[in-house]
């Protein structure tokens, strides 16, 4: 059994590796080794997840993607908007809830495909909790230059606007629903907003709203603040008013504001 089981660890990291280099017998074996030995410390790591650990040089941190340099670095922007997990006194994690505000709990930022993004977000609640996964908020150049991907469009999928690419087509209006269009801080702040259908979509579920550098929802969704105290983007009811696809911006708003709305996204520095 354990001569089948190294058998098996061999295959699956060639397969893995070796689209990108021929691996000798030798480098195969030194391989597998080493994901056993990581294999019996991290117990219950899966096999491929700790194979991708072993062979993975990206210079961006899981699920951040590079979008070369901007000023004088490169960066390293997240792939999906950010959602939000509370830290608890024991050091535990739980899933922070994506539709209340996070004030005065103590939380940090992930990035996460297939998970409803987080809003009721304040500018200096995104940059608490980017700061507490060792990223930062995102500064507009970064995001503007992670939004438009490579080929620099105005929106992520080209320059000409195409109806639901993004989330940001015929969507319902909660707060047309809710409260008769009434809107304040009590009524934009309603928990159930983005839980009506037709509102808010998980993160990465809508395939058409990425680009080249394999960032999703840039354009939609929730707005997105950057550290310049704007929000970037739009969200599911406007990407317009304020400019077009990754060209809007928003700058009305105090970096304590936050409303069902508001979102954010967060950025590093590659490492060298």
């Not at 024991?90 to 899933?95: M, R």
């Not at 977000?121 to 060792?134: G, V």
């Not at 992520?156 to 606007?161: F, K, L, S």
Request: glycine fraction near 8%; charged fraction near 25%; hydrophobic fraction near 30%.
């Amino acid at each position: 059994m354990t001569t089948n089981l190294s058998k098996v660890r061999w295959m699956v990291a060639a397969s893995l590796v070796g689209a990108l280099t021929v691996i000798s017998a030798g480098s195969a074996a030194s391989l597998a080794s080493s994901v056993s030995r990581a294999h019996r410390i991290s117990e219950p790591v899966s096999m491929p997840e700790m194979i991708a650990r072993i062979t993975d040089r990206s210079p961006c941190p899981p699920n951040m993607a590079l979008v070369g340099t901007i000023g004088s670095r490169q960066t390293c922007v997240d792939k999906y908007e950010g959602s939000l997990v509370e830290i608890h006194e024991d050091g535990t994690e739980t899933d922070f809830s994506p539709h209340e505000a996070p004030n005065g709990h103590r939380v940090r930022a992930v990035s996460r495909p297939g998970v409803v993004p987080q809003a009721h977000i304040s500018m200096i609640e995104a940059k608490r909790a980017c700061a507490a996964s060792n990223k930062r908020l995102c500064r507009a150049d970064e995001w503007k230059a992670a939004c438009k991907g490579p080929s620099t469009t105005r929106y992520p999928y080209g320059d000409t606007r195409v109806a639901n690419a993004c989330v940001d087509t015929k969507r319902t209006s909660p707060m047309n629903i809710l409260h008769h269009g009434e809107r304040t801080g009590r009524t934009m702040n309603d928990p159930r907003a983005n839980q009506m259908d037709n509102t808010v979509e998980k993160t990465g579920d809508t395939s058409t709203c990425t680009n080249d550098y394999g960032v999703h929802d840039m354009v939609g969704n929730v707005h997105e603040w950057t550290d310049d105290g704007s929000f970037r983007g739009g969200y599911y009811l406007d990407t317009k008013l304020n400019g077009e696809g990754c060209d809007y911006r928003t700058t009305a708003h105090a970096p304590a504001y936050y409303d069902y709305s508001t979102g954010f996204r967060c950025c590093a520095d590659a490492a060298e």
